[in-house]
Each structure stands twice: as structure tokens, then as C-alpha cells.
């Protein structure tokens, strides 16, 4: 998947290719031009992603991101049956030198407040859940659904004992305003295929 603007290009990232250099160097041998990252998605997960084509672009879309103005959604698998909606709220920790993310109780130096609503699409012994990030944290949803007993299915670093070799997780629908224009672009993994995602824009007043 491929959408080209003249400001910006929406593509779908695969598992296991660098967002911050190897996908911008792709676009820019198949587009022309400058390719700027703007946001960025780990190298074990997939889904939709923006690049700007300018620095102008970048800076608009770095300023709707800072805003909260352009929304990130995912959908993940994960094991166990969480309730069937919820906001979640937690304080994280990163360990860069273990390249892990943990949940604590206090803030202090180096932790950040993470926040993200969420939808249960398919219960059952691994859920399908959607999630719109209200937050933007290093291993977010992987930490902060673990956290609660519901690590995603292939997460090892987060306590999954599936054989896969890669969270199921990933990117699958992005909305920000441009022009005067509200955009949104979907796409889901074949795992997620089929699935009706919901509308979780105004969830994280429950």
C-alpha cells in the first residue's frame, strides 16, 4: 500500500524494515525528492505510516503529532480476554540499555505518563483488540497491555510463550486534518482481516 501526495506519502511498513532509514531511503529511490520521517513504528511491528515530502509538510505534520491532531490506531492480538473496553494509564520507564519499558508507580526522572484507549473486537483465548494511542511511548501497547496480564501474542520481551517470532501488532489506521480536509487511511494485517474496527475518538472520557 501506497498513497502519494504531493506533501506527504502513506505507505504500510513491513515487520522487520527500519522506519527511521531504510523505508525513507525506498521511498526516495521510488518517488524522487526528500522523504522526512516524522513518527516512527519498531522494527518487529507493521502497518500505515506518513512520511512529509517537505520540510514544510514535516513541520505541520510534527505539529499535529505534538497536538494530539493526527490519531495513531492499532490493532493487536493479545492472550486472555481483557474487558471488553477500557482507558489505560500508567507511568513508564525505559531501560535503554535492556531496550525494555516498565510500569511504575511514581514519577521521577526519566519516566513518562502513557495513555490509550481501547476496544475488545474478538474475545476469546487471544483477544483481538483495537487501540488508539492518546500517547506516544517507546513499547506503549506491548508494555501496558502485559502490564495487565494480556501480553501481545508473540511478544517475548513482554512474557509470550507463542512460537511466532513478532508482536501481533500493528498500524492500522491513521487520521489528521490537512487542507481543511479530515483524512483517515485503514489497512489490517491478514490476521485482523475482517475485523470492524470501531470508533474510539471519544473513549478516553469513560
Given at each position: 500500500?501506497?498513497?502519494?501526495e504531493?506533501?506527504?506519502?502513506?505507505?504500510?511498513?513491513a515487520?522487520?524494515?527500519?522506519?527511521?532509514?531504510?523505508?525513507?531511503?525506498?521511498?526516495?529511490?521510488?518517488?524522487?525528492?526528500?522523504?522526512?520521517?516524522?513518527?516512527r513504528?519498531d522494527?518487529?511491528?507493521?502497518?500505515?505510516m506518513?512520511?512529509?515530502?517537505?520540510?514544510?509538510?514535516?513541520?505541520?505534520?510534527?505539529r499535529?503529532?505534538q497536538e494530539g491532531?493526527?490519531?495513531?490506531?492499532?490493532?493487536?492480538?493479545?492472550?486472555g480476554?481483557?474487558?471488553?473496553?477500557g482507558?489505560?494509564?500508567d507511568?513508564?520507564?525505559?531501560?535503554s540499555?535492556?531496550?525494555?519499558?516498565?510500569?511504575?508507580k511514581?514519577?521521577?526522572n526519566?519516566?513518562?505518563?502513557?495513555a490509550?484507549?481501547?476496544?475488545?473486537?474478538?474475545?476469546?483465548?487471544?483477544?483481538?483488540?483495537?487501540?488508539?494511542?492518546?500517547?506516544?511511548?517507546?513499547?506503549?501497547?506491548r508494555?501496558?497491555f502485559a502490564?495487565?496480564?494480556?501480553?501481545?501474542?508473540g511478544?517475548?520481551?513482554?512474557?509470550?510463550?507463542s512460537?511466532?517470532?513478532?508482536?501481533r501488532?500493528?498500524?492500522?489506521?491513521?487520521t489528521f486534518?490537512?487542507?481543511?480536509?479530515?483524512?483517515t487511511?485503514t489497512?489490517?494485517?491478514?490476521?485482523?482481516?475482517?475485523a470492524?474496527?470501531?470508533?474510539?475518538?471519544?473513549?478516553?472520557?469513560?
Amino acid at each position: 500500500m501506497e498513497i502519494a501526495e504531493k506533501d506527504f506519502v502513506v505507505c504500510r511498513k513491513a515487520v522487520g524494515l527500519d522506519s527511521e532509514h531504510e523505508l525513507p531511503r525506498l521511498l526516495r529511490e521510488k518517488l524522487g525528492g526528500e522523504i522526512y520521517p516524522v513518527h516512527r513504528l519498531d522494527l518487529n511491528v507493521g502497518g500505515l505510516m506518513v512520511y512529509a515530502r517537505s520540510k514544510r509538510a514535516a513541520a505541520e505534520l510534527s505539529r499535529l503529532i505534538q497536538e494530539g491532531q493526527l490519531q495513531k490506531e492499532y490493532v493487536a492480538l493479545v492472550h486472555g480476554t481483557p474487558a471488553p473496553e477500557g482507558y489505560l494509564t500508567d507511568y513508564l520507564y525505559k531501560d535503554s540499555r535492556k531496550n525494555k519499558v516498565f510500569v511504575v508507580k511514581k514519577p521521577r526522572n526519566g519516566v513518562k505518563e502513557a495513555a490509550l484507549s481501547y476496544r475488545c473486537l474478538c474475545p476469546g483465548e487471544e483477544s483481538l483488540v483495537q487501540v488508539l494511542l492518546h500517547t506516544g511511548r517507546s513499547h506503549q501497547i506491548r508494555v501496558q497491555f502485559a502490564s495487565r496480564g494480556f501480553p501481545l501474542v508473540g511478544d517475548h520481551k513482554y512474557g509470550s510463550r507463542s512460537p511466532l517470532e513478532a508482536p501481533r501488532l500493528y498500524s492500522c489506521r491513521l487520521t489528521f486534518p490537512w487542507e481543511g480536509k479530515m483524512l483517515t487511511f485503514t489497512d489490517l494485517p491478514h490476521w485482523a482481516e475482517g475485523a470492524q474496527l470501531q470508533d474510539l475518538r471519544n473513549m478516553k472520557k469513560i
